[in-house]
């Protein structure tokens, strides 16, 4: 990956593909896809339809002498290899304005994908096996086979997506800063609410609930810029503990309030920040699980200053024992701490790597760290933050407050 030429917006290059195709002796790598797929958002940034189109890479002994219109976004060598994409014909002028590739093919309404992408093939004289994604579509894998192409699974594409550079740390950054507004928007509201005799919290005249709040993130978001994405994830007491909970609950004083707000930009990048409090001083369970889940992001973090070629797993392994030293389950699915540390964050919310995973860390791996603990009879807590590896190090992305006590933060954010 890298810039394009006006350092605005991160582009693609192929090596991983290259590498693939020479490495399995194949023809070319191919995937067949719509908008949606965050694989091809990668290989081609283009925001097609919600249709199929194909994209193709033919390595550099391939012939490409057949026309095809450039792309206006081409701004790499073509040492690497040669890219297509064939986009419906509708979406021509915005396929060439935004594929960073070599080539753009239309197709009319209605022509499958798969055939399209088998006529490059062809057209470029192919003849070995064709590697494509996992995920790509199954008429699409039928129509390379009856083409005559021997079709084979690679996961180039995943790796080539872990590593970020610079261009795709700065979409990561811009989209966290909009996140930690949308979340000190909800801190605000929640230091501003009162107490009413129910001790159920009051804002603005009424009842505060977690719905209530989720429209302030998502108000405070979308004028940020960014897509909550369905990702505001907010609950309080007992759905604290639901680790996705995108309910209404009302929200009562002494009981933990979680907020996981996971927007994503327009260039595709996510966000991902956590926080948990509690209105009225916390006591009991809820003040021993946040003191614990501090301390095991301090463990996390404190292993991932190492930097590069830290083994994630041991990041995992800090952060789960220093919360079972303060009394809490690392071996359940449902009471305690029940899930990884950590994932990798991109064009997906949830990439590799994981922080339970055996692999070492690189640089350029953007990552969560998020320990939690839950337990519905009382709640749940996490604090959560992203962080790009660094070769001797890492960087928090966009740093924001920790403290279960809410304030009013509109005057910082």
């Not at 007491?237 to 979680?258: K, P, S």
């Not at 190090?393 to 933060?409: H, I, K, M, V």
């Amino acid at each position: 990956m890298t810039e394009d030429t006006r350092g605005r917006r991160p582009t693609t290059t192929y090596e991983e593909l290259a590498a693939a195709v020479a490495d399995r002796d194949a023809g070319a790598f191919v995937h067949v896809a719509d908008r949606t797929d965050d694989d091809m958002r990668y290989l081609t940034r283009f925001r097609g339809p919600d249709r199929p189109y194909a994209f193709v890479f033919l390595p550099d002994d391939a012939d490409t002498t057949a026309e095809s219109e450039p792309s206006s976004g081409s701004t790499r060598s073509s040492a690497s290899g040669h890219t297509v994409l064939c986009a419906p014909a509708l979406f021509a002028e915005q396929a060439r304005r935004e594929f960073p590739g070599d080539a753009v093919r239309t197709d009319a309404v209605g022509d499958p994908a798969g055939e399209r992408a088998a006529a490059v093939l062809a057209d470029a004289g192919v003849s070995g096996p064709v590697l494509v994604p996992a995920q790509i579509r199954h008429d699409a894998v039928a129509r390379l086979e009856a083409a005559g192409y021997e079709v084979t699974a690679s996961d180039a594409t995943s790796r080539a997506r872990r590593t970020k550079t610079d261009a795709e740390i700065e979409r990561h950054r811009v989209v966290q800063r909009a996140a930690v507004r949308g979340l000190a928007r909800a801190e605000t509201v929640l230091a501003r609410a009162s107490v009413a005799d129910d001790d159920r919290l009051h804002w603005d005249g009424r009842p505060l609930t977690t719905e209530r709040l989720r429209r302030q993130v998502n108000a405070t978001l979308a004028a940020a810029g960014v897509d909550p994405s369905g990702n505001s994830v907010i609950g309080a007491g007992a759905t604290a503990a639901d680790l996705h909970y995108v309910g209404d609950d009302a929200i009562f004083a002494g009981e933990t309030v979680l907020l996981d707000l996971s927007p994503r930009g327009p260039a595709g990048y996510y966000a991902d920040v956590t926080r948990t409090f509690v209105v009225a001083a916390p006591g009991g369970w809820e003040r021993r699980a946040y003191v614990a889940c501090e301390a095991a992001r301090e463990a996390a973090l404190d292993e991932l200053a190492a930097g590069a070629g830290v083994q994630a797993s041991t990041v995992h392994e800090e952060a789960a024992a220093e919360l079972a030293a303060h009394g809490f389950r690392i071996d359940s699915e449902e009471v305690g701490f029940t899930h990884s540390t950590g994932h990798g964050v991109g064009l997906s919310l949830h990439e590799a790597p994981s922080l339970s995973g055996s692999e070492s860390l690189a640089a350029g791996d953007v990552v969560t760290v998020e320990p939690g603990v839950y337990d519905p009879e009382h709640g749940g807590v996490r604090i959560e933050d992203l962080v790009v590896i660094r070769e001797d190090g890492y960087e928090l992305l966009q740093p924001y407050p920790l403290g279960s006590t809410p304030r009013d933060r509109s005057a910082a954010w």
